[in-house]
DNA sequence: TTGGGTGCAAATTGTTTGCAATTGT
DNA sequence: ACAATTGCAAACAATTTGCACCCAA
């Protein structure tokens, strides 16, 4: 499984993206950053923050996911199934498999798919400018 | 009774899958196999409706088209934007490209990309089991 | 101080569902 | 005839917005 450095949230990146260092982003920014599932819906995060006993309302939870989407600080995906999942950006592109037994997302890279999608981009005269690739999966039969 | 018979198949589709060939179904079979859109959301289909004079509800279309992705007869997908998007199953999978300035969308096939959508599954002990590619792209800029 | 930020409830949007009336076979 | 299907309105689920109050800078 591929490693990648925890990086403290601190409130330089709120400010450096123009938004006031409030209470409410701040827990949500710390939740995102530290949660063991690194993709999460906004009703997840809302209910880790009543878990912790603070008190935010789920509109600001949508409010700042969406702001931080603006911003660069966070990704959202159109997973199936409705909500829209939000992970910390932190650089280093990926593309996603969401396991249709356990829900479980396994994040992966492959240079080779991402510049077959640059090429057929261009063969239709576009230009790539952002793409969206799930595999939906199952676990292996064992036989 | 305005009966026109474009393309061949349909009220046999409908049979074949156990679903009564109802005026909605058929009509909307018609919509989908003949618009100049390929993939429509089930608002563009009832629009086309009321511009013919059809009288079926939003309602109706919604479950009409819920029961020929049952049934195989059309295939749903979901890009950006909200609503789902649905196009008749003519067999041959592809994929998509949605120009961002545009809307328009255009299809394309790489077996090459598929091949090895399913050796990365297969390399974490999954099987691939369905997948969505979607490219966003833009009109490459003359110059 | 003061304009951005927040909570809450109400409003939207896209889609589904309950039910009585209607229709295909 | 009788179950399947439809239309309409109400119900839903996810997300957004209006507004009066609150709080970082």
């Not at 591929?2 to 450096?16: C, F, G, I, N, T």
């Not at 939870?61 to 959202?76: K, T």
């Not at 510049?115 to 799930?134: F, M, P, W």
């Amino acid at each position: 499984m591929p490693h990648r450095a925890e990086r403290v949230v601190e409130s330089q990146d709120l400010r450096k993206v123009g938004l006031k260092v409030t209470h409410p982003r701040m827990r949500i920014l710390d939740i995102l950053g530290s949660a063991q599932k690194k993709h999460m819906t906004a009703e997840d995060v809302y209910r880790v923050l009543l878990e912790q006993g603070d008190d935010i309302g789920l509109a600001t939870v949508y409010r700042v996911l969406n702001q931080f989407e603006a911003a660069g600080i966070v990704v959202r995906h159109h997973f199936e199934g409705g909500q829209s999942v939000y992970e910390l950006d932190q650089g280093g592109h990926h593309d996603h498999m969401v396991c249709i037994e356990t829900g479980k997302v396994i994040e992966f890279q492959n240079a080779e798919i991402e510049s077959l999608q640059r090429e057929i981009a261009e063969k239709y005269g576009y230009e790539l400018e952002d793409h969206s690739l799930v595999l939906y999966v199952r676990p292996k039969k064992a036989r």
